[in-house]
């Protein structure tokens, strides 16, 4: 089996469809892999985007990496019978040099959602299901996999809470309000910017929730030492579900200061892209493997085939399996997170479209997702998403 082509578009993505949000002119970009293995008439086709939060990737993915999948003899597996995410993955790697991760491990991680999803089509199973088939017997042993059988429904969080220019209070309490209609129990918002308005923000949130510790909140890497301890000395005893990105990634002195004090849950990892920066974290960032959280981004860690190795690895050194949080807030989250049995994942209803709405056939209810039950994905099941990948198509 082989790729024949690869597609990319880059789009801008914005936060909010509230023009006066700004996005800092934020792209992604958008893939479709095109293979050489029919169905009804038509190639396979694997979709995937670059999540949100790290822009497209086009000129990597069109000059580098698609480049090398194209070339290849074949991306089978030893069988000749399926396509094969890791051989594919080692393709796109040949002759990349460790370290430097930069924004390489983005458009790695695009090819690789989209080849995954091709291979599940081509297997025709919903990727968590294909997934785990391939990955769980070298993460689980034999007496795991019977207990961590795979869930019907995974933990969500919404994702959001923006500061807004105007009215911010009452817009944040809209906005949880809607959350809650649509049927979750947790969420979190934006904090960093100036504590007491952080606080009235937080006391706004929780109370359209079951109480603080339904509520994370994420501060984008803002503070310096002398802001995080200031927070967290705030923040201690509201009891809250998790304090994420307080610091500089690589400020595991920050961080590691803030966790000595902190008694509730820190979260920390969206901005570290490979196994060598996860180890870094666990040995110099302070956290507390008993209750804190790991937000690595699968697509940013170049892809589902390096993120399970990351999380492999985390599990070796003590993790439980429910510490992963990823970050993305997506469908392609659903299907991991359910495919390696983690914490729960990230969804954002009201940012980042055209991926922020869930196909219809999926239900929300006390905090739990249905998963998708179609071949791959499933980004064909939601009208907008369908729309944005067909671009490359026609």
């Known amino acids: 089996m082989r790729i024949i082509e690869v597609r990319e578009l880059t789009i801008p993505i914005s936060r909010y469809a509230d023009s006066t949000i700004a996005s800092g002119g934020l792209t992604t970009s958008l893939v479709a892999v095109i293979t050489d293995v029919m169905r009804s008439g038509a190639p396979v086709v694997g979709y995937g985007f670059a999540s949100v939060g790290r822009f497209g990737q086009g000129g990597l993915i069109r000059e580098r990496f698609a480049p090398r999948l194209i070339a290849a003899?074949?991306?089978?597996?030893?069988?000749?019978?399926?396509?094969?995410?890791?051989r594919a993955w080692?393709?796109?790697?040949?002759?990349?040099?460790?370290?430097?991760?930069?924004?390489?491990?983005?458009a790695v991680g695009t090819l690789d959602m989209a080849i995954w999803d091709a291979a599940a089509k081509i297997a025709?199973?919903?990727l968590y299901q294909y997934v785990s088939a391939r990955?769980?017997?070298a993460l689980l042993s034999p007496a795991l996999l019977s207990q961590y059988a795979l869930p019907p429904r995974v933990s969500v969080y919404a994702g959001g809470g923006y500061r807004y220019p105007k009215d911010d209070l009452r817009r944040l309490a809209d906005e949880i309000r809607h959350f809650t209609d649509l049927g979750f129990?947790?969420?979190?918002i934006k904090v960093g910017t100036d504590l007491d308005?952080?606080?009235?923000?937080i006391d706004t949130a929780a109370s359209r929730l079951a109480g603080a510790s339904h509520l994370a909140v994420d501060a984008m890497n803002a503070y310096d030492l002398a802001g995080a301890l200031r927070a967290a000395r705030a923040f201690a005893p509201l009891?809250?579900?998790?304090?994420?990105?307080?610091?500089?990634?690589?400020?595991?002195?920050t961080q590691s200061r803030v966790a000595a004090t902190y008694g509730h849950p820190i979260a920390a990892g969206e901005a570290l892209f490979s196994r060598a920066e996860a180890r870094l974290l666990d040995l110099h960032g302070g956290l507390r493997r008993t209750q804190d959280i790991l937000l690595f981004d699968p697509t940013h860690c170049y892809g589902l085939t390096h993120y399970y190795e990351m999380v492999t690895d985390m599990i070796g050194r003590g993790w439980p399996r429910t510490a992963f949080w990823p970050h993305g807030g997506h469908l392609f989250g659903l299907h991991v997170v359910a495919a390696l049995r983690l914490g729960g994942a990230e969804l954002n209803p009201s940012a980042f479209a055209p991926f922020q709405v869930m196909p219809p056939s999926l239900t929300i209810a006390d905090g739990m997702i249905d998963l998708p039950q179609a071949p791959g994905i499933g980004f064909e099941l939601q009208d907008d998403t369908r729309r944005a990948f067909r671009q490359l198509l026609d």
């Open 135 to 137: 990955l769980s017997p």
């Open 73 to 86: 003899d074949t991306l089978s597996n030893e069988a000749g019978n399926e396509l094969d995410p890791l």
């Open 239 to 253: 009891g809250l579900a998790w304090f994420e990105d307080i610091c500089d990634p690589l400020d595991f002195e």
């Open 185 to 188: 129990t947790r969420a979190k």
């Open 124 to 126: 025709n199973r919903p």
């Open 197 to 201: 308005q952080d606080l009235a923000r």
């Open 90 to 106: 080692s393709v796109m790697m040949r002759g990349e040099k460790p370290g430097g991760h930069g924004e390489r491990c983005v």
